[in-house]
């Protein structure tokens, strides 16, 4: 059966584990994402009358405004378990292309790669070097990127030009970006008629 998300206007009273799978399903699975975002976007002191989120779109605008507050908090403390937090949750996201000791995809990233496949084996070895690389260049990050259907060698060479700019300040942030950008284009995959 195909996840659909429910109605906006619910979302705040869900159970806690609903709300976990709505933000594996426009995120991806992952504890370190949940264990932080939950408590900040449905904090248990919300006054009954509070206004619910009037769209999905909003929900994930309002996530991407508490993860850049974590960036925000990282770049001028650079508390390590800030960082960890941050690094766990970009760490989410797959690699792209191989994965890694036999990694599964998610749906989504299955789906969202398909652009990426049926290229040569000369390139599937160099995007394996190329996550290597970067993984080596920022330890803890993956490289996260709303793929949107881009082929392989565009990706190829943005990974590239990240990895030359060396800036791990501008990487979380451009990972940040794009996992937001990726969570607003599954929720509209996702959405049936009454959730928008």
Sequence with gaps: MDYR????????????????QLLAHLFEPCDTLTQYIIPKLFPINTEANEQPFKNYKELIDKCHSLFNSLLSEINSSADPELTHIANGIIGAHPRLGPQKGGSALSSHSNSEQKSLAGSSAEE?????????????????????????????????????????????????????????????????????PSSQ
């Design 5 to 20: 998300l429910p109605p906006i206007d619910t979302v705040r009273n869900l159970p806690t584990t609903q709300k976990i």
């Design 124 to 192: 599937t070895a160099r995007l394996v070097e190329l996550n290597e690389s970067y993984e080596t260049t920022f330890p803890g990050l993956r490289y996260v990127v709303f793929v949107n259907g881009r082929s392989r060698p565009a990706i190829m060479n943005d990974m590239v030009e990240r990895i030359f700019r060396n800036n791990i300040k501008a990487e979380r942030q451009a990972a940040i970006d794009a996992m937001c950008d990726i969570a607003w284009d599954r929720a509209k995959k996702l959405q049936s």
